[in-house]
């Protein structure tokens, strides 16, 4: 007799959580005020310890980067990477870690690859500088 079928699983949503990001200007303000910089090829990196447990990502793409769908892109992009990144690091998850991210103009040519690179070398940077002390 064969079996019955069963009902697919459901979808996981695959998108950063909303206690991952970083969603309030004053939540940037601190980032940007308090916070440690490390530049990198498409990006400039900004982070900070947080209150709270696990690493938070915020993203700005300026106007100059380009039209909407091109800063939408660069947005998706990066926050696609950071999700997927290994470096959503257990040693910085758990004190916390706030980090924001300004893509630079040069961001709306890069591809996919590039970004991810470029995210990755910038929070290694970051995590280097949070092992060593501040750095500004």
């Given amino acids: 007799m064969p079996a019955e079928p069963t009902a697919p699983a459901a979808p996981r949503r695959e998108r950063l959580a909303r206690e991952e990001r970083i969603r309030r200007r004053a939540e940037y303000r601190a980032v940007y005020d308090a916070g440690r910089k490390a530049y990198g090829r498409f990006l400039i990196g900004f982070a900070r310890e947080s209150a709270g447990a696990g690493v938070r990502l915020g993203v700005t793409v300026t106007r100059?980067?380009?039209?909407?769908?091109?800063r939408n892109r660069i947005r998706r992009r990066l926050k696609e990477s950071f999700r997927r990144s290994p470096r959503r690091w257990p040693e910085a998850g758990r004190s916390g870690l706030d980090v924001v991210i300004n893509a630079r103009d040069a961001a709306a040519e890069a591809t996919y690859a590039d970004l991810a690179a470029d995210l990755d070398r910038l929070l290694e940077k970051l995590t280097r500088e949070r092992k060593a002390g501040p750095a500004r």
């Avoid at 100059?64 to 091109?70: D, I, N």
């Fill in 64 to 70: 100059k980067s380009g039209t909407a769908v091109v």
